[in-house]
């Protein structure tokens, strides 16, 4: 097989391998929110063991990318879709990480009533759900508008954030006996809100990827 046939074979085969590991993630919010949202305990154990599978394949995707760079020795454009695959591969396998940590609130909550807003929950998962979604396509098209266009996503998670964290911090200081679940679902926004950031730390990969400079978009 030629060299440069063979370089964009493997190109596509790191592709895909990111965009299976995208999907796995977006899938392990969904159930890890879900969990929480009907305090749903075999759904938490669930997540808990997916985030094997979600371990397993980023280190697949970070040797392909290491094998690519020390026996292609790729540059400019080739480089970069290398690298920010990487970086992007990483960054998802934290949000699997956060989506594990939110499981666990369930899990140590157990059946006990949570408390408003609990709501806020499944808005702010589907908001890092429907950034991944937009980022993934984003991401195949190497479309640098539309993940700039994705980032501003991050600020409607980040104004829930700080809505609940007045709401939560009010229940706490009128009723002490409600702290400890407040502060689980103050975690839960939390881990979300992080979910929130790698996606435009994503977003700024890609903007990288197609224009070879590096962006700030948490500005």
Same mark, same amino acid.
């Given at each position: 097989?030629? %060299?440069?046939?063979? /370089?964009?074979?493997? +190109?596509?085969? &790191?592709?895909? #391998?990111? $965009?299976?590991?995208?999907?796995?993630?977006?899938?392990?919010?969904?159930?890890?929110?879900?969990?929480? @949202?009907?305090?749903?305990?075999?759904?938490? #154990?669930?997540?808990?063991?997916?985030? =094997?599978?979600?371990?397993? &394949?980023?280190?697949?995707?970070?040797?392909?990318? *290491? $094998? +690519? *760079?020390?026996?292609?020795?790729?540059?400019?454009?080739?480089?970069?879709?290398?690298?920010?695959?990487?970086?992007?591969?990483?960054?998802?396998? !934290?949000?699997?990480?956060?989506?594990?940590?939110?499981?666990?609130?369930?899990?140590?909550?157990?059946?006990?009533?949570?408390?408003?807003?609990?709501?806020?929950?499944? !808005? @702010?998962?589907?908001?890092?759900?429907?950034?991944?979604?937009?980022? =993934?396509?984003?991401?195949? =098209?190497?479309?640098?508008?539309?993940?700039?266009?994705?980032?501003?996503?991050?600020?409607?998670?980040?104004?829930?954030?700080?809505?609940?964290?007045?709401?939560?911090?009010?229940?706490?200081?009128?009723?002490?006996?409600?702290? %400890? +679940?407040? #502060?689980?679902?103050?975690?839960?926004?939390? /881990?979300?809100?992080?979910?929130?950031?790698?996606?435009?730390?994503?977003?700024?990969?890609?903007?990288?990827?197609?224009?070879?400079?590096?962006? #700030?978009?948490?500005?």
């Amino acid at each position: 097989m030629p %060299t440069r046939h063979k /370089f964009d074979h493997d +190109l596509e085969e &790191l592709r895909l #391998n990111i $965009l299976d590991l995208g999907k796995m993630v977006d899938q392990q919010i969904g159930l890890a929110a879900q969990s929480l @949202m009907y305090q749903d305990l075999e759904l938490a #154990n669930t997540v808990v063991v997916g985030d =094997l599978a979600v371990n397993d &394949l980023q280190a697949i995707i970070e040797e392909k990318c *290491i $094998l +690519l *760079i020390a026996t292609q020795q790729p540059f400019a454009l080739d480089l970069r879709k290398v690298v920010a695959g990487f970086k992007i591969s990483i960054y998802l396998e !934290r949000m699997g990480d956060l989506s594990v940590d939110l499981a666990k609130i369930t899990l140590r909550n157990g059946q006990e009533k949570m408390i408003e807003p609990l709501a806020d929950i499944p !808005r @702010m998962s589907a908001l890092v759900q429907e950034m991944i979604h937009l980022g =993934l396509k984003a991401y195949v =098209l190497e479309d640098s508008k539309a993940a700039v266009d994705m980032a501003v996503l991050d600020d409607e998670i980040d104004q829930i954030y700080s809505q609940v964290f007045e709401e939560l911090r009010a229940i706490m200081m009128a009723d002490p006996k409600k702290v %400890t +679940l407040a #502060n689980y679902l103050l975690f839960a926004c939390r /881990f979300l809100e992080r979910m929130g950031d790698y996606c435009t730390n994503i977003a700024e990969e890609i903007v990288y990827i197609v224009s070879g400079k590096r962006r #700030n978009l948490n500005e």
